[in-house]
């Protein structure tokens, strides 16, 4: 679970977070300037359109546009084309101020919609980029991340980066388009009253530091709404991967009162953030309103004297106060936005942060195949501090050879196995491969080597053929995949499915039986032809026929192999060239199989105990 602990931070620590998130997205500059200069140019054309809505009420009002032979741009107009407006000089210039609001206008909306697909492709970009980088954070995180950490972790990670680019996406489309149209809008403003201008920007200022309480609200809110989303997706994926113990211990009441009240929980989170987000804009409207009536009073002051050119500006001058407020609004609801997903930024970052991912170092030495033997010298190793997994534990494996690890469960058989497959980190020199530390060899090259069948099968939502060649580069021909098959007894299973190899399994293999399970790793193991083949309690869930199938193919398999095997039924170390016996991460004993049932230490006990001999 991901803390979500609330501190206040400085702002060079938010410039810092920015940073690396950009950095992660690989957010470029390009982006940033493009969207600058569009929103200006949009704003510009924005404000032109309005802005000249002021001379047109003035020219309608007063029928006569002869001043706009004072104005730069139709100055320019009517000199090129002086016969045009000396004939209607009054329907022509009106034409002409038409013509440029409505070109403006065009222009515009050409703008907002080239730049808003410019935004999706940048948008779909990054959040390709950050997802990316989660995803292979994940995978280069030590196997201890992973037990300390609920499986539904990473796609909670992954759908707060969908969440992130959203709204990092709507806060830079709506923040610079605001910014240069509000700046435009007061510039005009400024242009037909400064006063009522400085009234309006009190009023504004005012409302701004009104709503700061209801932003920290807001980000409290946040906080709390994440963690409980947490919590909800956490409980989801632990009953969906129990369902049949809930069922067959009668539990569905008591899964849907957890379910139900931390869905309540997220419910009153949920309307409590949106409660205080919808509050921003009645709030302000209030404000607003009332400022309004001030501003009409004030203008009415001003302008109960003016011409009816002043009072064209006056109309102006509150239209474009008006569009105003949706503008203020919008900036400040995308505030809002940026808080709330501050704790999800803050979760992905965690990703980037090196410090609890017990990452297991890489070596740099090439691993060729094992020419003569592995040695376990005074393992000592600790999933915990101070709690001892493996105790000063010495022994060898040797090359072509089978080893059979004897043990009650949690003596450490499987730390042992999870060692050499490079998941943890093991102390220096403790584990030597041909008297070469196994910390200096790379872990692609030694794991080239080894194959690995386990009880607990681990197989993917696809098609038998996709999981019997996982992990092979090359392509395996139809030949090649039934004589596998074939070896590891599951041939004829195979030809009895409709799509062959490519029948879907689904999750986890839910529509394989155990035994077609373990032949299917099994097969799996075979195809990769490793030279170090690791059996963890390959056997143990298999009734006695299927067990006999798959010990005729081990077997075969195991023939000029360097072979692991741990097993709680002793009937499977029969063929074993050496037995370790460890008992609380301790070695107890090893020897073959006569010469530790003549000793008549631990493992006899074990032997007699199951009456296999």
């Known amino acids: ?48 359109s309005v802005g000249l809505l002021a001379p047109l009420a003035k020219g309608i009002i007063e029928a006569n546009f002869n001043f706009l032979e004072n104005v730069p741009i ?5 000199s090129r084309f002086p016969n045009l407006i000396k004939s209607a000089p009054v329907r022509s210039l009106f034409i002409l101020l038409v013509v440029v609001i409505f070109i403006s206008s065009v222009t515009k909306n050409l703008l907002s919609y080239f730049v808003g697909l410019y935004d999706s492709y940048e948008r779909e970009k990054y959040l390709f980029n950050l997802k990316k980088f989660v995803f292979e954070r994940y995978l280069s995180f030590g196997k201890l991340f992973f037990d300390k950490t609920s499986h539904g972790h990473l796609s909670r990670i992954l759908n707060f980066c969908e969440k992130i680019a959203e709204h990092i996406s709507s806060f830079v489309n709506r923040v610079f388009t605001v910014f240069f149209t509000l700046l435009i809008y007061v510039c005009i403003m400024v242009f037909i009253s400064w006063k009522l201008t400085i ?5 504004f200022f005012i409302m701004e530091r009104s709503i700061k309480w209801l932003i920290r609200k807001i980000e409290k809110t946040a906080q709390y709404q994440a963690e409980t989303l947490f919590q909800l997706s956490h409980e989801t994926f632990n009953v969906l991967s129990c369902i049949p113990l809930i069922k067959a211990y009668g539990r569905e009441d008591s899964a849907k009162i957890r379910f139900n009240h931390i869905n309540t929980q997220l419910r009153q989170a949920n309307f409590s953030m949106s409660k205080k987000q919808r509050l921003i804009e009645p709030f302000q409207e209030t404000i607003i309103l009332t400022a309004l009536l001030l501003l009409i009073s004030a203008a009415a002051l ?37 808080v709330g997903i501050k704790p999800m930024v803050r979760a992905v970052l965690k990703i980037a942060d090196d410090r609890g991912k017990f990452f297991v170092p890489d070596g740099n030495k090439i691993f060729t195949g094992l020419k003569d033997k ?48 490079r998941f943890y980190e093991c102390p220096r020199a403790s584990i030597l ?59 004829d299973l195979i030809v009895k499915l409709p799509n062959g190899f490519d029948t879907e399994i689904g999750d986890m293999g839910i529509k394989l039986s155990g035994g077609e399970k373990q032949r299917v790793s099994i097969a799996r193991a075979f195809l990769k032809r490793a030279e170090i083949l690791i059996l963890d309690e390959a056997t143990s869930s298999l009734d006695s026929y299927t067990e006999r199938l798959i010990q005729e193919a081990i077997e075969e398999a195991v023939k000029g192999r360097t072979t692991i095997v741990i097993a709680h039924r002793l009937s499977t170390v029969r063929n074993a060239d050496k037995i370790v016996v ?8 090893e020897g073959t199989l006569h010469e530790l049932l003549e000793r008549k230490g631990r493992f006899y006990d074990y032997w007699q105990e199951q009456k296999f001999y």
């Open 374 to 421: 592995i040695e376990l010298n005074h393992l000592n190793f600790y999933y915990m501090r101070d709690v001892p997994v493996l105790r000063d534990l010495s022994f060898s494996i040797e090359k072509g050879k089978m080893t059979a690890l004897v043990g009650p469960t949690g003596a450490g058989k499987t730390t042992i196995i999870n060692l050499l497959l």
């Open 199 to 203: 009234f309006a920007i009190i009023v």
């Open 1 to 48: 679970m991901i803390s979500f602990k609330m501190r206040n931070i400085s702002m060079q620590e938010k410039i810092l977070a920015l940073k690396d998130l950009f950095g992660i997205m690989k957010l470029s500059p390009f982006y940033l300037i493009c969207h600058i200069f569009s929103s200006f140019f949009i704003a510009f054309f924005d404000g032109l």
């Open 582 to 589: 460890i008992e609380d991460g301790r070695l107890i004993e």
């Open 433 to 491: 491969i041909d008297n070469s530390d196994i910390r200096e060899l790379s872990s692609k090259s030694l794991l080239r080597y080894m194959a690995m069948v386990s009880q607990d099968i681990l197989l993917f939502n696809d098609t038998l053929r996709y999981n019997i060649t996982f992990g092979i580069d090359e392509k395996i021909s139809e030949e090649k995949l039934i004589e596998i098959a074939k070896k590891a007894r599951l041939y």
């Open 302 to 338: 001003i302008f109960v004297r003016g011409k009816l050119g002043e009072i064209s500006g006056f109309l102006v001058f509150f239209y474009l106060l008006r569009r105003s407020l949706p503008l203020f609004i919008a900036f400040n609801d995308a505030r809002a936005y940026i």
């Open 74 to 78: 139709f100055k320019t107009v009517i």
